[in-house]
Structure formats: C-alpha cells, structure tokens
C-alpha cells in the first residue's frame, strides 16, 4: 500500500504502479482538480490498483484510515507548483504572464494570493515575504505594495517589485515574491510538518518516505524532522524501564540530498533546484507507535 501524496500529472505515480505485484495498490492525493483529471488519464491502464482523493496531504492519516487501510509500505512527496499549474497562465502562479492574482492549489478555498496582496497590513505582509521567500528587501516591496493598491494581476505584481528590484536581481526576487505567496495561499509548510509525522506514523517497519523539495525552506523542514526522528531522545527527569532501550523510528537513507545531473537538469531545467531526501521506518515494536 503506497502513497503518493502530491500526484500532479502522474509521472512518478505512473512509475510506481509499474512497479506493483499481486495486491499492490497506490493511493493518489492532490488538492488540484485538474491534476487529478490529468493523472486519472495518464493512469488509466493501472485503474484496477489506484484510488484517487482531491485532498491536500495535510490530510494524509484521515485519507488513508478512510480508505481503509491501517498501516502503509511508502509515501511520496513531491513539493512545490507542478508544471501543469506553471503551464496553466489563468492559475495566477507565474509572473512571466498576466492574469489575476489566485495561486489556489484547491480552487474550493477562499483565500487567493489577491486577498494576502490586497488586505494584509505592511508588517505582516513584509514578515511573510522574508520569511516565506528570504527576500532582503521584503520591508520595501510590502511598503510599495501597499502604496499601489490594489494590484489585481500577476503582471501588475511584478511591475510593483520591478519598481523597488533594479537590475539582474530582478528575477530572483520576483521568484522569491511568488514562491512566498503561493505557500502563505496553500499552507504548504505546515502541510509538509503534518504530512511527514502523519507518514512515520503509518509506515511500516521497512517502509519508506520520499520527499523532493525545491527551496530550502522545505528541505529544511524534512532535513530536520529526519534527524529528530533518526535520533535517540532520553528525558534525564524519566528513567527507563528494566530492558527498556530507546530506538528512533526512522532511519535516514540520504546523508546528503540527492540532487539532479547536470544532464537530468539540461532535458528538464526545472528539477535544477530539486533535493530529494529519503528514510525507512525502524521496527521499534511495541515502545513507540
């Protein structure tokens, strides 16, 4: 039983249901309508062992007990925008086109990146594109912003950082800009916190979780959540139990990220900025759940 919890077009889904036997099933998640239509189509000759579910990966323990499923062999994670939501200039994700302001991975909720852009005070505002998108000069654009209101597209966005960012920095701001709207919008950091203590606990002993991350804030979160987890936590203030030894449950398969070729990242530019971190659930018995 594996889980891919941000399915998008099906491409790694497709590889994993090639690689299923006897009663192999696969458990496709994401909050985007469209990229479930896309992976549905592409999937379509493994019909027999998916199950597909618009969710956010937030979710992933109720999903899995609602499919009734208790315990699960690997989990994967792909993060960030997909190229189908980069592609699709009406989505309001990219600023190298002009369209409203939306960045909805799930279109049912209601808050867009036109409301965060639009209604939040400069403070706020300016702490959230620091702290999302590492921008050093997140207090002047949040300001400009907030002078040029309302900016209602993608293009008027970009016009507003272009007038603070001068030069070849341009770009890189504009991308850091983007990137901190698009996970303020979908929650995306505390989806991935909640996703990967969901994941360990639902593993198997020998099962594994996958993550590929695109910017280091996400990375960091599973580089740290790996090595809390693959560490041995004794509270001095309570001794153990007569044969009682701790045991982390996971442990780290990737010391390092594993990250593109410089081949892989010419036939597809967009995996430059990938890490991919993995761990396999110990067998902790009984001591831990």
Not at 114 to 123: F, H, K, P, R, Y
Not at 154 to 166: D, E, F, I, M, Y
Not at 243 to 253: A, D, H, K, M, T
């Amino acid at each position: 039983m594996y889980v891919d919890g941000t399915v998008g077009g099906g491409g790694h889904a497709e590889e994993i249901c090639k690689r299923l036997q006897g009663p192999g099933r696969l458990l496709c998640l994401d909050a985007d309508e469209e990229a479930l239509s896309s992976a549905r189509m592409r999937l379509a000759p493994h019909v027999e062992r998916t199950v597909f579910v618009r969710t956010n990966f937030r979710l992933l323990r109720s999903v899995v007990t609602g499919a009734g499923w208790t315990r699960i062999h690997g989990v994967l994670l792909d993060l960030g925008v997909s190229s189908h939501q980069l592609d699709a200039p009406e989505r309001g994700f990219t600023f190298r086109n002009d369209e409203r302001l939306d960045m909805r991975m799930d279109r049912r909720q209601e808050v867009s990146a036109w409301e965060i852009v639009n209604t939040l005070d400069e403070q706020p505002l300016a702490k959230l594109l620091w702290e999302y998108g590492e921008e050093r000069m997140s207090r002047r654009i949040a300001r400009r912003i907030v002078e040029q209101r309302p900016v209602e597209t993608t293009g008027a966005l970009r016009n507003v950082v272009a007038s603070v960012v001068k030069g070849p920095h341009l770009t890189k701001s504009l991308a850091r800009i983007f990137q901190a709207l698009r996970i303020a919008v979908n929650g995306e950091l505390e989806s991935l916190a909640a996703a990967l203590k969901d994941a360990t606990d639902l593993l198997v002993p020998g099962g594994r979780i996958v993550v590929i991350s695109y910017h280091s804030l996400e990375d960091r979160i599973v580089k740290e959540f790996f090595r809390s987890e693959s560490t041995v936590h004794v509270r001095r203030d309570i001794p153990l139990l007569p044969g009682q030894e701790p045991i982390p449950r996971l442990r780290v398969l990737t010391r390092k990220p594993v990250i593109p070729s410089p081949e892989e990242t010419v036939h597809n530019p967009r995996a430059r900025s990938a890490k991919m971190r993995a761990a396999e659930r110990r067998d902790v018995g009984s001591q831990r759940t």
